[in-house]
């Protein structure tokens, strides 16, 4: 860890030492009136974020490491981050956008956003002494984390819910972790906070109710996202960014990211953020002028899993609102078929949930909120394999043919389907 660092609350600003015991519950001053979680504090004298002047020769979201809290030497590192942008101009037309970029966070290690959370947080952990990490999650961060505990030569717990993606559940136990299932999903936290208490275990999500985000240290690695994507760009801004969110880890990264560029001059505007959500915990705040998110009602289990979440928090909201960002709920009926879309147009197939932000893309672009002649850059959080056993029931079995000629009769009888360019 870098002399000098520490946190300070999101809400409040209270100042509190590095060695603060993060029992997920943020903030000791705001956690019986207002919960907020803290983030990492940084000296005056730390240097801030300089666009295309990165350590280039690490090949990883450490060749910023000069801005984050540890140094690159101490990083549990998978070669994490550096994921690629892509322009997708059939995709953008179909949403009705001037310019769609997709940042493909399916490329990291594990598959998903969560290893620039884990890369950090499990740093963190190693850095403290801990033996045991551990998380509450339905799919991603749990793989993530037994990945980076698995380098980092620690024992890793995931607790889970019944009903959890097969595939990520799948992953998670190939990459050695304990995954211990609940058929409640609140006895998830009950049992890490115990964990936490009488074990001694790092726990990297939240595990108390009003949440109010993981740990801080792994919420560092998301300020990457931002610093990628100015440089990919050359030090364009794009006017909006588009993710899925669930309790606001990634939306409040981000911003801190562009926030830190424009802060020190770096850059000479910021983007507007929007978030995909399953339920609408976050629209129903910003329409009522909340100052935390609501728990909202369940009509339907969302297929979008990883952001099912029925109540948000502080740090999303308070991203929101200082980005002059929109929350967009977004229900289960065009999902697979923009999955299928995506995939088949542009070759980038991802979870569902990495589908809720061109759902929210096209609802604003329809309400002409987001304009044709704006640049919109969509975050998809994973790929399309962690959540398959969800996504695949739409697809008709296929027919098996016994030769070539068979199989040429049932395309020409439209068994197999036209072979033809896509639009």
Known sequence: MKPGVGYRCQRCGTPYPLDLPIDSRGCPACAATLPANLRVAYPDSFPGPALFSAAAGLPSLWRYGAWLPFEPA??????????????????????????????????????SHKDRFSTL???????????????????????????????????????????????????????????VPFARKADRWRFLAQGAQEQGWFVTSPFRAPVVGSHPLGLEGYKTLAWEVVEQLHGEIPDWCVLPVCYGDALAGLWWGFQSLYDRGRIDRLPRLVAAEAHGSLAKALAKGSALPPEVEVSCESLAVSIGATRSSFQALQALRASRGLAVPVGNAELIALQE?????EGAFVELASVTPLAAI??????????????????????????????????????????????????????????????
């Open 121 to 179: 947080a499990v740093t963190a952990a190693r850095a403290c002494g801990a033996h045991v990490v551990a998380s509450a999650s339905s799919g991603n961060a749990g793989a993530s984390l037994a990945a980076y505990a698995g380098r980092a030569g620690l024992a890793c717990v995931v607790a889970t819910f019944a009903g959890a993606s097969g595939p990520m559940l799948g992953q998670i136990r190939k990459l050695g972790a304990r995954v």
């Open 74 to 111: 101490e990083a549990v590192s998978l070669g994490e981050g550096l994921t690629p942008i892509i322009a997708a101009e059939k995709m953008a037309a179909r949403l009705g956008v001037g310019r769609l970029l997709l940042k493909d966070e399916s490329r990291n290690p594990t598959g």
């Open 341 to 345: 879309e995506l995939a088949a147009r």
């Open 362 to 423: 096209a609802e604003l672009s329809r309400d002409g909120v987001i304009r044709k002649c704006d640049s919109v850059v969509a975050i998809l959080t994973a790929g399309g394999l962690k959540d398959l056993d969800r996504s695949s029931g739409a697809l008709a079995p296929l027919p098996t043919f016994a030769s070539p000629e068979e199989a040429w009769a049932g395309i020409r009888h439209g068994q197999a389907g036209p072979i033809a360019a896509r639009a």
